[in-house]
Protein backbone atom coordinates (compact mmCIF):
# COMPACT_ATOMS: atom_id res chain seq x y z
CA UNK A 1 0.00 0.00 0.00
CA UNK A 2 0.52 3.92 -0.20
CA UNK A 3 2.22 5.20 3.33
CA UNK A 4 3.60 8.34 4.39
CA UNK A 5 5.49 8.76 7.47
CA UNK A 6 6.50 11.87 9.59
CA UNK A 7 6.88 12.96 13.23
CA UNK A 8 3.59 13.90 15.23
CA UNK A 9 5.32 16.61 16.66
CA UNK A 10 8.22 18.24 17.05
CA UNK A 11 9.53 21.18 19.22
CA UNK A 12 12.57 23.93 18.93
CA UNK A 13 13.45 27.15 19.68
CA UNK A 14 12.94 30.24 18.66
CA UNK A 15 16.44 31.27 16.18
CA UNK A 16 17.35 27.71 16.15
CA UNK A 17 17.26 25.07 13.41
CA UNK A 18 14.87 21.87 12.60
CA UNK A 19 14.70 19.15 10.54
CA UNK A 20 11.16 17.50 10.00
CA UNK A 21 12.02 14.09 8.22
CA UNK A 22 9.24 12.38 5.60
CA UNK A 23 9.52 8.48 4.44
CA UNK A 24 7.49 7.67 1.48
CA UNK A 25 6.20 4.25 -0.29
CA UNK A 26 3.68 4.78 -3.26
CA UNK A 27 3.04 3.43 -6.61
CA UNK A 28 5.40 5.12 -8.28
CA UNK A 29 6.99 8.39 -7.52
CA UNK A 30 6.53 12.09 -9.18
CA UNK A 31 7.45 14.29 -7.18
CA UNK A 32 7.01 15.04 -3.66
CA UNK A 33 5.24 18.49 -1.83
CA UNK A 34 6.26 20.10 1.95
CA UNK A 35 3.02 22.35 2.85
CA UNK A 36 2.59 24.48 6.22
CA UNK A 37 -0.90 24.55 7.84
CA UNK A 38 -1.79 27.02 10.75
CA UNK A 39 -4.15 25.53 13.03
CA UNK A 40 -7.95 26.53 11.07
CA UNK A 41 -6.59 27.51 7.79
CA UNK A 42 -5.74 25.73 4.85
CA UNK A 43 -2.34 24.77 3.67
CA UNK A 44 -0.07 26.78 1.58
CA UNK A 45 2.64 25.35 -0.81
CA UNK A 46 6.22 25.52 0.57
CA UNK A 47 8.41 23.14 -1.81
CA UNK A 48 8.33 20.94 -4.29
CA UNK A 49 11.39 18.15 -5.48
CA UNK A 50 11.41 15.76 -7.98
CA UNK A 51 15.16 15.39 -8.49
CA UNK A 52 17.45 14.07 -5.72
CA UNK A 53 18.89 16.99 -3.66
CA UNK A 54 18.48 20.33 -1.78
CA UNK A 55 16.13 23.00 -2.91
CA UNK A 56 16.69 26.50 -0.92
CA UNK A 57 14.10 28.82 -0.46
CA UNK A 58 14.92 31.61 2.10
CA UNK A 59 15.07 30.25 5.38
CA UNK A 60 12.87 26.62 4.17
CA UNK A 61 15.33 24.54 2.23
CA UNK A 62 14.49 20.66 1.13
CA UNK A 63 15.92 17.60 0.57
CA UNK A 64 14.83 14.78 -1.37
CA UNK A 65 16.60 11.32 -1.94
CA UNK A 66 14.45 9.15 -4.22
CA UNK A 67 16.55 6.01 -3.71
CA UNK A 68 15.79 6.20 -0.10
CA UNK A 69 12.34 7.67 -0.18
CA UNK A 70 13.06 10.04 1.60
CA UNK A 71 12.81 13.34 2.05
CA UNK A 72 12.82 16.46 4.83
CA UNK A 73 12.08 20.08 5.21
CA UNK A 74 14.95 22.34 7.26
CA UNK A 75 13.69 25.48 9.17
CA UNK A 76 16.69 27.66 9.21
CA UNK A 77 16.41 31.16 12.10
CA UNK A 78 12.75 29.83 13.51
CA UNK A 79 10.52 32.68 14.15
CA UNK A 80 7.43 32.18 16.23
CA UNK A 81 5.13 32.54 13.63
CA UNK A 82 6.30 29.23 12.23
CA UNK A 83 4.04 27.10 14.62
CA UNK A 84 2.37 25.26 12.21
CA UNK A 85 1.50 21.94 10.92
CA UNK A 86 3.72 20.46 8.44
CA UNK A 87 2.51 18.26 6.02
CA UNK A 88 4.33 15.81 3.29
CA UNK A 89 2.45 14.87 0.42
CA UNK A 90 4.09 12.54 -2.55
CA UNK A 91 2.62 11.96 -6.05
CA UNK A 92 2.50 8.90 -7.26
CA UNK A 93 2.48 7.61 -10.72
CA UNK A 94 -1.54 8.56 -11.02
CA UNK A 95 -0.78 11.99 -10.24
CA UNK A 96 -2.56 11.61 -7.30
CA UNK A 97 -1.15 13.22 -4.03
CA UNK A 98 -0.86 10.84 -0.92
CA UNK A 99 -0.81 13.34 2.09
CA UNK A 100 1.29 12.44 5.60
CA UNK A 101 -0.72 12.76 8.85
CA UNK A 102 1.42 16.30 8.99
CA UNK A 103 4.18 17.19 11.70
CA UNK A 104 2.97 20.05 14.42
CA UNK A 105 6.11 22.23 15.33
CA UNK A 106 5.94 23.84 17.96
CA UNK A 107 8.18 26.63 18.53
CA UNK A 108 9.90 27.77 22.06
CA UNK A 109 10.91 31.84 23.00
CA UNK B 1 0.49 31.55 -7.87
CA UNK B 2 -3.49 29.96 -8.91
CA UNK B 3 -6.47 31.10 -6.18
CA UNK B 4 -9.24 28.69 -5.21
CA UNK B 5 -12.00 30.32 -3.21
CA UNK B 6 -14.18 28.65 -1.31
CA UNK B 7 -17.26 29.64 0.89
CA UNK B 8 -18.20 29.93 3.59
CA UNK B 9 -15.57 29.85 5.65
CA UNK B 10 -17.92 28.88 8.51
CA UNK B 11 -20.91 27.69 9.18
CA UNK B 12 -23.69 26.37 11.53
CA UNK B 13 -26.27 24.48 10.89
CA UNK B 14 -28.64 22.37 12.74
CA UNK B 15 -28.95 18.54 12.68
CA UNK B 16 -30.42 17.14 9.85
CA UNK B 17 -30.75 20.42 7.66
CA UNK B 18 -28.64 20.64 4.67
CA UNK B 19 -25.55 23.06 3.92
CA UNK B 20 -23.73 23.96 0.28
CA UNK B 21 -19.99 24.51 -0.26
CA UNK B 22 -18.56 26.04 -3.27
CA UNK B 23 -15.13 26.22 -4.36
CA UNK B 24 -14.15 28.41 -7.30
CA UNK B 25 -10.95 28.59 -9.31
CA UNK B 26 -10.73 32.30 -9.85
CA UNK B 27 -7.86 32.64 -12.36
CA UNK B 28 -7.77 29.21 -13.69
CA UNK B 29 -9.72 26.16 -15.04
CA UNK B 30 -10.13 23.13 -12.85
CA UNK B 31 -11.39 20.18 -15.00
CA UNK B 32 -10.51 18.30 -11.53
CA UNK B 33 -10.71 19.66 -8.23
CA UNK B 34 -10.51 17.68 -5.07
CA UNK B 35 -13.09 17.59 -1.40
CA UNK B 36 -11.06 16.66 1.60
CA UNK B 37 -12.16 16.53 5.51
CA UNK B 38 -9.79 17.15 8.19
CA UNK B 39 -10.56 16.72 11.83
CA UNK B 40 -8.81 17.74 14.52
CA UNK B 41 -5.26 17.21 15.04
CA UNK B 42 -5.56 14.94 11.80
CA UNK B 43 -3.93 15.41 8.19
CA UNK B 44 -6.34 16.00 5.31
CA UNK B 45 -8.41 12.74 4.18
CA UNK B 46 -9.85 12.70 0.85
CA UNK B 47 -13.25 12.45 -0.05
CA UNK B 48 -14.14 12.89 -3.74
CA UNK B 49 -12.36 13.51 -6.31
CA UNK B 50 -14.52 16.14 -8.86
CA UNK B 51 -14.31 16.18 -12.60
CA UNK B 52 -16.09 18.66 -14.36
CA UNK B 53 -19.16 17.00 -16.65
CA UNK B 54 -19.28 14.18 -15.25
CA UNK B 55 -19.96 12.04 -11.51
CA UNK B 56 -17.47 12.13 -8.88
CA UNK B 57 -15.12 9.68 -7.82
CA UNK B 58 -16.09 8.63 -3.87
CA UNK B 59 -13.14 7.51 -1.78
CA UNK B 60 -13.90 4.10 0.23
CA UNK B 61 -16.00 4.73 3.04
CA UNK B 62 -17.49 8.27 1.84
CA UNK B 63 -21.38 7.90 1.34
CA UNK B 64 -22.03 9.18 -2.21
CA UNK B 65 -25.58 10.18 -1.26
CA UNK B 66 -24.91 12.64 2.08
CA UNK B 67 -21.94 13.98 0.10
CA UNK B 68 -23.37 15.22 -2.82
CA UNK B 69 -20.63 16.68 -5.09
CA UNK B 70 -21.49 19.09 -8.63
CA UNK B 71 -18.97 20.19 -10.81
CA UNK B 72 -20.95 22.00 -13.35
CA UNK B 73 -18.37 24.17 -14.84
CA UNK B 74 -14.94 24.31 -15.19
CA UNK B 75 -14.29 26.96 -12.45
CA UNK B 76 -16.90 25.94 -9.72
CA UNK B 77 -17.43 22.72 -7.73
CA UNK B 78 -19.96 22.03 -4.96
CA UNK B 79 -20.08 19.87 -1.86
CA UNK B 80 -23.24 19.37 -0.11
CA UNK B 81 -23.81 17.59 2.95
CA UNK B 82 -27.26 16.83 3.57
CA UNK B 83 -28.89 15.52 6.45
CA UNK B 84 -26.30 16.63 8.69
CA UNK B 85 -25.37 14.97 12.22
CA UNK B 86 -23.35 16.41 14.77
CA UNK B 87 -20.11 13.76 13.80
CA UNK B 88 -20.16 15.41 10.24
CA UNK B 89 -19.07 18.57 11.94
CA UNK B 90 -15.21 19.10 10.80
CA UNK B 91 -12.77 21.16 8.28
CA UNK B 92 -14.03 21.10 4.56
CA UNK B 93 -11.02 21.92 2.47
CA UNK B 94 -11.19 21.82 -1.50
CA UNK B 95 -8.32 22.01 -3.53
CA UNK B 96 -7.41 22.18 -7.57
CA UNK B 97 -4.52 21.55 -9.63
CA UNK B 98 -3.74 23.21 -12.90
CA UNK B 99 -3.39 20.19 -15.61
CA UNK B 100 -3.00 16.76 -14.77
CA UNK B 101 0.85 16.43 -14.30
CA UNK B 102 3.67 16.93 -11.46
CA UNK B 103 1.80 20.93 -10.24
CA UNK B 104 0.66 21.75 -6.89
CA UNK B 105 -1.93 21.83 -5.40
CA UNK B 106 -4.01 25.33 -4.60
CA UNK B 107 -6.29 25.02 -1.85
CA UNK B 108 -9.56 27.03 -0.44
CA UNK B 109 -9.90 28.46 2.60
CA UNK B 110 -11.72 25.85 3.73
CA UNK B 111 -14.94 25.35 5.37
CA UNK B 112 -15.61 25.26 9.66
CA UNK B 113 -18.71 23.09 9.25
CA UNK B 114 -20.96 22.82 12.75
CA UNK B 115 -23.91 20.77 13.15
CA UNK B 116 -25.66 20.97 16.26
Known amino acids: GQNIDQPTEMTATEGAIVQINCTYQ??????LFWYQQHAGEAPTFLSYNVLDGLEEKGRFSSFLSRSKGYSYLLLKELQMKDSASYLC??????????WGAGTKLIIKP | GAVVSQHPSRVICKSGTSVKIECRSLDFQATTMFWYRQFPKQSLMLMATSNEGSKATYEQGVEKDKFLINHASLTLSTLTVTSAHPEDSSFYIC????????????FGQGTRLTVV
Open chain 1, 89 to 98: AALDSNYQLI
Open chain 2, 95 to 106: SARVGRGPTEAF
Open chain 1, 26 to 31: TSGFNG
